[in-house]
């Protein structure tokens, strides 16, 4: 009697054990069917670069899409002070990011990101969204004139004063009447107002300062054409985009693309960090 008794607890025993090691094996199956597969990497962070007669805000609604699907986000507040002082401040900010990073640059941000991310380990990839995409030795300003761009008719120029007390120097706007037709004509009349009202006046040296050794020459990049452009042409937002061998996107958008088109705009810059994920 005591034998069976002692025969049936050695069997509960066993059959205990074996429950506990089968939950652990489950577990652990568990655990390991959690490890992240190859194409769940770390995604890139995105710096967005704004251009002339903007500030950040106008890459609001793209940022906005980019967090909700997982990504880190900088929008970099340009000085507009000339290419030279642009790229060195954008490539600053480049060096504080976590991780390998996106750099989007829209309008004359496309310059900025173009001698910004030269040479920087930090950078993983260009995205120029109806932008500027000069190659060494170019000038913004050269650019606008041989693709029929209308900043020269349109601009306002005003004196300010240098911070070191020195003398002044000449930045532009572009004249509040001629903001819509020229810069926005897709975005509604009251946005439209509100842009041209809260611009930022850019230094005449964003336009007439040499571009160094172009970053697009060694990194991957993408050229999002806006077709109804009135301030950078097509024809001239399609020869940049092909002499840097970036892969093109186009959409029937004006220059403000960023405000009246964010998710295509927030499409391409994800397809970028997709494809140069590390």
Same mark, same amino acid.
């Given at each position: 009697?005591?034998?069976?008794?002692? #025969?049936?607890?050695?069997?509960?025993?066993?059959?205990?054990?074996?429950?506990?090691?089968?939950?652990?094996? /489950?577990?652990? /199956?568990?655990?390991?069917?959690?490890?992240?597969?190859?194409?769940?990497?770390?995604?890139?962070?995105?710096?967005?670069?704004?251009?002339?007669?903007?500030?950040?805000?106008?890459?609001?609604?793209?940022?906005?899409?980019?967090?909700?699907?997982?990504?880190?986000?900088?929008?970099?507040?340009?000085?507009?002070?000339?290419?030279?002082?642009?790229?060195?401040?954008?490539?600053?900010?480049?060096?504080?990011?976590?991780?390998?990073? %996106?750099?989007?640059?829209?309008?004359?941000?496309?310059?900025?990101?173009?001698?910004?991310?030269?040479?920087?380990?930090?950078?993983?990839?260009?995205?120029?969204?109806?932008?500027?995409?000069?190659?060494?030795?170019?000038?913004?300003?050269?650019?606008?004139?041989?693709?029929?761009?209308?900043?020269?008719?349109?601009?306002?120029?005003?004196?300010?004063?240098?911070?070191?007390?020195?003398?002044?120097?000449?930045?532009?706007? %572009?004249?509040?009447?001629?903001?819509?037709?020229?810069?926005?004509?897709?975005? #509604?009349?009251?946005?439209?107002?509100?842009?041209?009202?809260?611009?930022?006046?850019?230094?005449?040296?964003?336009?007439?300062?040499?571009?160094?050794?172009?970053?697009?020459?060694?990194?991957?990049?993408?050229?999002?054409?806006?077709?109804?452009?009135?301030?950078?042409?097509?024809?001239?937002?399609?020869?940049?985009?092909?002499?840097?061998?970036? /892969?093109?996107?186009?959409?029937?958008? #004006?220059?403000?693309?960023?405000? #009246?088109?964010?998710?295509?705009?927030?499409?391409?810059?994800?397809?970028?960090?997709?494809?140069?994920?590390?």
């Amino acid at each position: 009697m005591h034998e069976k008794i002692r #025969s049936g607890a050695r069997r509960r025993w066993r059959f205990a054990i074996g429950a506990v090691v089968i939950a652990a094996a /489950t577990l652990t /199956t568990g655990a390991a069917s959690a490890t992240p597969r190859p194409d769940d990497r770390v995604k890139p962070a995105i710096l967005l670069v704004h251009g002339a007669f903007a500030d950040g805000s106008s890459w609001n609604g793209v940022a906005t899409r980019l967090r909700r699907d997982g990504y880190e986000v900088t929008m970099a507040a340009v000085p507009l002070r000339g290419l030279t002082y642009d790229s060195a401040y954008v490539r600053s900010v480049l060096r504080t990011m976590p991780r390998k990073t %996106i750099l989007a640059g829209h309008s004359y941000g496309g310059a900025v990101i173009t001698n910004a991310a030269a040479g920087e380990p930090n950078a993983a990839g260009l995205v120029y969204v109806a932008a500027f995409a000069p190659d060494q030795n170019e000038t913004v300003g050269a650019l606008d004139g041989r693709f029929g761009g209308p900043a020269t008719k349109i601009t306002t120029p005003t004196e300010y004063p240098l911070p070191s007390g020195s003398g002044t120097a000449v930045e532009l706007t %572009i004249a509040q009447d001629k903001f819509q037709h020229y810069f926005a004509q897709d975005v #509604s009349r009251n946005e439209a107002l509100a842009m041209a009202a809260g611009q930022r006046p850019v230094a005449v040296a964003a336009f007439s300062e040499v571009s160094g050794v172009p970053a697009w020459k060694t990194l991957p990049s993408w050229y999002l054409l806006a077709r109804d452009d009135r301030m950078i042409p097509a024809a001239g937002q399609r020869e940049m985009a092909r002499r840097m061998n970036a /892969t093109l996107i186009e959409r029937w958008a #004006s220059h403000a693309v960023t405000v #009246s088109q964010p998710g295509s705009v927030a499409e391409v810059i994800e397809t970028a960090a997709r494809r140069t994920r590390s």
